[in-house]
C-alpha cells in the first residue's frame, strides 16, 4: 500500500505592515495550510491575500486559532475559562470562513496554534472546549493535533483526525513537545531535521529528547518558513519524501485512504 501524507504550514502570520515567512514560496510545495485567524497574527487583508493565493495554488485552507496574544505570538499561557477558550476559538474559525467563502472554498480544517495548541493536548477542559466550538460550526472540519486529549475528545464526538509529525520540534518520552522556553526545543540541523521526518512517514517513530523511539501517526508534516533555510528544507523535505514512493496528497483522501 502507498504511503501518504499531507503537507501543512503555518501562514498568514504577519500582522499590518508586518511580515513573517516566505509564504508565496512555500504555497508551492504545500497541499494544505494553517491561516492565523487574527488573535496571535493576521489581520483581515493579510487573512483576504493568504486565502486567495491558497485558492490559486489549490491548497487546502485551515483555521489556525490561538489565545489572544498578539504581542507574544500566542506563545504564553493565558489564564482563559473554558468557556472563553471555546468562544474565541469559534470566533476566529468563522473569521476565517467568511474569508474562505468569498474566494469561492470553505475551511477544511483546525489546528490549535502555539500556547494554545500544547496545552490542548494536555487538559482536558481546553480539548472539549475546541471540539465544542468546531462541532457547533462545522463537523466536516477536520481537527488538527498531536495524539493527546483534542485528539481524543475529537474522536469521541465523532470528528475526524489528522495526525500532526513536527519533526523540528523535539519531544519528550510522554509524546509532547519540549517547551520552546527550553533548550533544544527546536532543531536548527537540516539533515536531523529531513531524517526525522523521513521516519515519521515511512517508519511511524520519532526519537525523544532522551533516546526514544517513540511510535507516531503522522498524517501530515508540519513545514516551516519563517526561519534561514526554511524554503530550502522544506523543498529538500517534500522531495526526499517523494523519492520514498510517499505520495503527497490532500488530508481528506490521507484520512480516506483513497490518495490522489
Same mark, same amino acid.
Request: no cysteine; aromatic share 4%.
Given at each position: 500500500m502507498t504511503l501518504m501524507v499531507d503537507l501543512v504550514a503555518d501562514l498568514g502570520e504577519g500582522f499590518g505592515a508586518y511580515t513573517m515567512g516566505d509564504d508565496e514560496s512555500l504555497l508551492e510545495m504545500l497541499t494544505s495550510a494553517n491561516v492565523a485567524c487574527g488573535f496571535h497574527a493576521g489581520d483581515p487583508r493579510i487573512?483576504?491575500?493568504?486565502v486567495r493565493t491558497c485558492v490559486e495554488n489549490r491548497v487546502a485552507v485551515g483555521a489556525h486559532p490561538s489565545f489572544p496574544d498578539l504581542v507574544?505570538?500566542? !506563545? *504564553?499561557?493565558?489564564?482563559l475559562t473554558p468557556e472563553e477558550v471555546r468562544t474565541d476559538v469559534l470566533y476566529q474559525i468563522g473569521a476565517l470562513q467568511a474569508f474562505a467563502v468569498a474566494h469561492g472554498t470553505?475551511?477544511?480544517h483546525v489546528a490549535p496554534h502555539g500556547r494554545l495548541g500544547n496545552l490542548v493536548a494536555v487538559r482536558a477542559d481546553y480539548a472539549r472546549a475546541v471540539v465544542d466550538a468546531v462541532a457547533a460550526l462545522d463537523e466536516s472540519l477536520i481537527i488538527l493535533a498531536q495524539d493527546g486529549e483534542l485528539a481524543d475528545a475529537a474522536r469521541a464526538r465523532g470528528?475526524?483526525?489528522g495526525i500532526v509529525g513536527i519533526a523540528d520540534r523535539a519531544y519528550r518520552d510522554d509524546g509532547t513537545l519540549v517547551p520552546r522556553s527550553e533548550p533544544g526545543a527546536v532543531i536548527h540541523d537540516a539533515d536531523e531535521?529531513? !531524517? *526525522?521526518?523521513l521516519r515519521m512517514v515511512t517508519e511511524g517513530v520519532i526519537r525523544s529528547v532522551d533516546g526514544k523511539d517513540l511510535p507516531v501517526a503522522c498524517?501530515?508534516?508540519?513545514l516551516h518558513g519563517d526561519s534561514p533555510?526554511?524554503?530550502?528544507?522544506a523543498g529538500r523535505i517534500r522531495e526526499e519524501l517523494l523519492a520514498a514512493g510517499v505520495e503527497i496528497t490532500s488530508l481528506d483522501k490521507v484520512l480516506s485512504g483513497t490518495g490522489a
Open positions: 487573512m483576504d491575500a493568504t507574544g505570538f500566542g !506563545r *504564553r499561557a493565558m489564564d470553505r475551511v477544511r470528528l475526524r483526525v531535521v529531513a !531524517r *526525522r521526518t498524517d501530515t508534516v508540519l533555510g526554511a524554503i530550502a528544507l
